[in-house]
């Protein structure tokens, strides 16, 4: 199954794949978060790129607790949903940009390029996480959960 995994802020969101067998979470972009012409630009993403579900990150607090901004993701992601038709899957993202900034430093990116690419690997952590759960609980590829 392919997703389409979502790092929602305010400003910017990342975008990642997944391939089709659910291996690899793959970066993608970062694009300016403009709301309802995003969303446009997303649903026919989807459609060009044969994605089958969506991932969005919930921004949660260590103790689990949702943030204040988990309510703005929820609404997009579920705002996507229904203009896509794709199965929606809400992902805790805690910690995704710090890990996502050391897998980058990691791989020796300078960090000027770190900067343009955070939320796209922070998407990327999302979505591999997901996948990473669903082969723990033998979710077959073909299915969205």
């Known amino acids: 199954m392919r997703w389409l995994a979502i790092d929602h802020g305010t400003k910017k969101i ?17 694009w300016p978060q403009e ?8 649903a026919r ?3 060009e790129e044969g994605v089958q579900a969506l991932a969005v990150g919930l921004p949660r607090h ?9 309510p703005a993701a929820r609404a997009f992601g579920e ?10 899957r809400l ?7 710090a890990e996502a900034e050391r897998l ?11 900067k343009l690419l955070l939320d796209a690997a922070a998407a990327a952590v999302i979505l591999s996480e997901l996948l990473e759960d669903r082969r723990a609980r033998g979710i077959p590829v073909a299915s969205p959960d």
Not at 79 to 88: E, H, M, R, S, Y
């Open 35 to 42: 709301e309802e012409r995003t969303l446009d630009r997303l």
């Open 91 to 97: 992902v805790n993202e805690h910690l995704s940009s």
């Open 79 to 88: 705002a996507l949903a229904a203009l896509t038709g794709l199965p929606l």
């Open 45 to 47: 993403l989807c459609r």
């Open 14 to 30: 990342g975008l990642a794949f997944s391939d089709e067998l659910e291996i690899l979470a793959s970066p993608f972009e970062v």
């Open 62 to 70: 260590k103790d689990g607790a949702e943030s204040a901004t988990a």
């Open 104 to 114: 980058l430093r990691e791989r020796g990116v300078k960090p000027e390029r770190r």
